[in-house]
């Protein structure tokens, strides 16, 4: 078969296995080229559907993604139990945690680090560590260290001074220097594809945000009593375990991901968009938490403003990661394999010809499992 859009010959099948683009007249719906509504790391989901774990988990398969979506739901039930019993030291400690320790997780499962797990968690979710200690201690001795009752999210002063460093001077900040980790990975040459820069910045983001998260609640943790009154640490739980370092991971992982894209020579308005969405969303975050709760307005529309800015950033990360999966499907020769999206047994290149999924995108063990196609008619098996 001939491809439409590539011209290249490729076996059937509904997507080109070398680019990608939907084939045939009757495509479902938009253009069959770019084809959004087959997200390329996940051809179940639209380009534009914020979801957490297709986006920033990107190597997981289908069952995979649900395993991962359990745990969480579980770690989240688990802050709701330690809240309604008043163990909110406790609470704070496993929110922190929670998506980091997953993130984790999923670096081993997918195995995005080949043969190299200390160099690489190292450079990305230490160095994202090491990055949030520094400059959280610095951001506490800068901003009115007096006023600051412990809690990163609710802050007693109220000045245009303030909210200039909290809503414009942090955020710029800490978008410049997290990324820095994942810039100084020594064997980055042996990730050059733009899905393993947005892990990467994920994990540096995410370490980020743990640091950040445990320094900034520091004095609450040490002064605290095991068993308070559960009062209004709800919102700030949800905050902490699910908005804040999925805005710190996100955010990151756009920034690295682009700073891949440059160093294959692919640098466009796409991806300048992505640092200034990543930057802008950032600084919306923390400047319309900050205003908000000086405002007093009811909390759950500080969540709500939270949950919009992360859902917006996330669909940007897929936009981005989408066209960047399309552009760099290199030819890795025809190769037997599962396709980890539909699980058909597929003779692919690029893309499962089945559900369109990009295979760089496959996890490790996947990749390493693709068998060349033989075309002599002893096939490997018989020569043993
Ligand atoms: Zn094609
Ligand atoms: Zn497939």
């Not at 991901?257 to 440059?262: D, E, G, H, M």
């Amino acid at each position: 078969m001939r491809c439409d859009h590539c011209s290249s010959d490729v076996p059937d099948g509904v997507f080109c296995t070398r680019c990608g683009a939907h084939q045939g007249t009757t495509v479902e719906f938009g253009d069959a080229k770019t084809r959004e509504h087959r997200y390329a790391a996940h051809p179940g989901e639209h380009v534009a559907q914020p979801s957490v774990f297709t986006t920033l988990f990107p190597h997981l398969g289908h069952h995979k993604i649900h395993e991962f979506r359990w745990a969480f739901t579980a770690g989240l039930a688990g802050i709701l139990v330690l809240y309604l019993a008043g163990l909110i030291s406790a609470a704070i400690l496993v929110s922190a945690f929670l998506v980091p320790v997953l993130y984790l997780i999923y670096l081993y499962e997918a195995q995005v680090y080949r043969d190299e797990p200390a160099i690489v968690l190292g450079f990305t979710l230490g160095g994202g560590i090491v990055v949030g200690i520094v400059v959280t201690v610095l951001e506490r001795i800068i901003y009115n260290p007096l006023q600051y009752n412990g809690n990163p999210f609710s802050n007693a002063g109220v000045s245009i001074g303030g909210l200039l460093i909290v809503g414009l001077l942090m955020p710029v900040a800490q978008e410049a220097l997290k990324p820095l980790p994942a810039l100084f990975l020594p064997n980055r040459s042996d990730f050059p594809e733009t899905v393993d820069g947005l892990v990467f910045g994920v994990a540096a983001g995410l370490g980020f945000s743990l640091a950040e998260a445990l320094i900034g609640f520091s004095s609450v943790l040490t002064s605290l009593p095991a068993h308070v009154a559960p009062g209004n640490w709800i919102y700030d739980l949800t905050t902490l375990a699910v908005f804040s370092p999925l805005l710190q991971g996100s955010a990151t992982g756009m920034i690295v991901a682009t700073i891949w894209r440059y160093r294959r020579g692919r640098l466009g308005g796409r991806e300048i968009g992505g640092v200034a969405m990543a930057v802008l969303a950032h600084i919306a975050f923390s400047a319309g938490t900050q205003v908000l709760k000086d405002t007093s307005v009811n909390a759950l529309f500080i969540l709500i403003w939270q949950a919009a800015i992360v859902g917006a950033l996330l669909i940007y990360i897929r936009y981005l990661l989408h066209h960047a999966l399309l552009d760099e499907a290199a030819h890795m020769g025809y190769a037997e394999t599962v396709c980890p999206s539909c699980h058909m047994h597929i003779v692919a290149s690029g893309f499962c010809p089945n559900c369109g999924m990009a295979l760089t995108a496959a996890p490790n063990s996947i990749k390493r499992g693709r068998r060349p196609r033989v075309e002599s008619p002893v096939q490997p098996a018989e020569k043993r």
